[in-house]
């Protein structure tokens, strides 16, 4: 048998990727709005100038958005809280897919909301992240109002919570 040699994402084209109409899940006047923006940010803490991609995603929304000189940009409905079969709530949250070049597969994090303090705090997900780490998967409030900033670290010392995805 034969090995055949490792593959990474990408190339990533970013205009077919981001198609007219899936770079927000809602429009930025919308009442519901929140932006999110942040960084996607290598192990020495420098943008990752190569590209990535992002998708972000709730119950009933999802949204693809590129990085520009390591930004990115989302707008989102701030999803409601969700109860489990097994009776557990998860605190209101996006599911965050990171693909870039280099990896052999997406990425999975989660952003949470800062304003939900009593649900993070009961959240079945974050109470199994050590407790020292959970606070990088809430998202910061900025100076702007519905905006929000959550930087993901690919690697080094303030590293993402990252999930498998099997």
């Not at 990533?12 to 809602?26: D, E, K, N, S, Y």
């Not at 050590?130 to 809430?138: C, D, N, Q, S, Y």
Request: charged share 25%; with cysteine; hydrophobic share 40%.
């Amino acid at each position: 048998m034969i090995l055949t040699p490792a593959q990474t994402c990408g190339p990533l084209f970013g205009f077919a990727m981001t198609p007219r109409g899936i770079t927000q899940a809602v429009a930025e006047d919308d009442p519901g709005a929140v932006v999110i923006e942040g960084m996607v940010l290598d192990g020495q803490g420098d943008h990752v100038d190569y590209g990535a991609f992002l998708e972000l995603w709730s119950q009933e929304q999802a949204c693809r958005v590129r990085t520009l000189e390591g930004r990115f940009r989302a707008v989102v409905r701030k999803p409601e809280p969700v109860t489990l079969p097994d009776g557990n709530r998860l605190a209101p949250h996006l599911s965050i897919f990171v693909f870039t070049r280099g990896l052999a597969g997406p990425l999975a994090t989660k952003v949470y909301f800062p304003d939900e303090e009593r649900a993070n705090g009961s959240d079945a997900i974050l109470r199994q992240i050590p407790e020292a780490r959970r606070p990088l998967l809430i998202a910061q409030p900025t100076d702007v109002e519905r905006h929000l900033r959550y930087d993901i670290r690919l690697q080094g010392e303030r590293e993402s919570v990252f999930f498998s995805i099997d």
